[in-house]
């Protein structure tokens, strides 16, 4: 079907099985005049979060790459009304989008090489994944932007909240626990003085609560990582190389990863796999492919290198 992002973009709709909520579904979203080819990448968003950045489409493009997106369940454009915005209990839920948008790309599309990039939260559902589909994996690279490899807090945040978090996702999954600073929003948005404009009805400024159950699914999903996992193909993890508060505005926002700690990517980057590559970003945002020049461009620029030498031709 036509796509929210215009005449020159489609939507695919992937049904899935249905979960306690009722019917899920997941959504592919493409350019269709792009040309098909042998290469391709499928990109994830995070949390709070859809596929917006045509910009970073025309990249993959312009580099010979079929470009993809997917719109995991109860995120942007498969939000369904019935359900809880963003919302799960386990990660691995997300594990039948990805295979299906997989399955679609390489078995019915004839996609050859494929590229899975992913931001934030995206990024750890990415990892583990890719991790336990290591004995057959389908996929011959991950780029990340900005992954979410563990909790942005106070060490009693990191401890006692966390063991707090896992006693009440699990007796009470849906409770309101707090939410996303608005600050980072405000800096993105047109409508607040930022550079972006997209559809804050899918990704609001305000963000989404959250949830016990999830972020109970989030904490175990680090812990599993931090344990060390096992991604079999060529890594490449980008971030800024600086964070700010992500509590407050402040005066940096604009030139730091004010979502993330920007050390916590880099330390547990390592347990990713045996190939892992780390490049900083100076300047970059927590969305690296949103922020001001150049930071933008040096972002673009090293994952292109870095794919011309670790993505089979």
Request: glycine share 8%; aromatic share 10%.
């Amino acid at each position: 079907m036509p796509d929210i992002l215009g005449p020159d973009w489609e939507s695919r709709i992937i049904e899935l099985p249905p979960d306690e909520e009722g019917p899920v579904v997941a959504t592919l979203v493409h350019r269709p005049g792009a040309p098909q080819r042998a290469r391709a990448v499928l990109y994830v968003h995070g949390f709070v979060d859809y596929f917006f950045q045509t910009h970073m489409a025309e990249q993959w493009e312009a580099r010979g790459y079929a470009f993809y997106a997917l719109d995991l369940r109860k995120y942007g454009r498969s939000l369904l009304p019935h359900q809880t915005p963003n919302y799960c209990t386990d990660l691995a839920e997300y594990d039948a989008d990805l295979d299906a948008a997989v399955a679609i790309l390489k078995g019915e599309l004839g996609v050859e090489t494929l590229v899975l990039m992913a931001h934030s939260t995206g990024g750890l559902i990415a990892s583990l994944w890719a991790h336990k589909r290591r004995a057959a994996c389908p996929i011959e690279a991950l780029v990340f932007n900005s992954p979410w490899f563990d909790f942005n807090g106070s060490l009693f945040e990191r401890t006692a909240v966390t063991w707090l978090v896992d006693v009440l996702g699990g007796i009470a999954p849906h409770m309101r626990i707090g939410k996303l600073g608005e600050h980072y929003g405000r800096s993105l948005h047109v409508s607040t003085g930022g550079n972006w404009d997209y559809d804050l009805g899918l990704k609001p400024i305000e963000g989404f609560p959250v949830r016990a159950g999830w972020l109970r699914a989030v904490r175990r999903g680090h812990a599993q990582l931090h344990r060390g996992l096992a991604v079999p193909c060529p890594i490449l993890v980008c971030a800024s190389t600086e964070s700010g508060p992500d509590r407050r505005w402040h005066d940096a926002i604009n030139r730091t990863d004010s979502v993330l700690d920007v050390n916590d990517i880099a330390k547990q980057s390592v347990r990713l796999g045996r190939l892992v590559t780390l490049a900083r970003i100076e300047g970059g945002i927590h969305d690296l492919a949103l922020s001001a020049e150049p930071a933008r461009t040096a972002f673009f620029r090293e994952v292109f290198r870095w794919a011309a030498a670790y993505v089979p031709a």
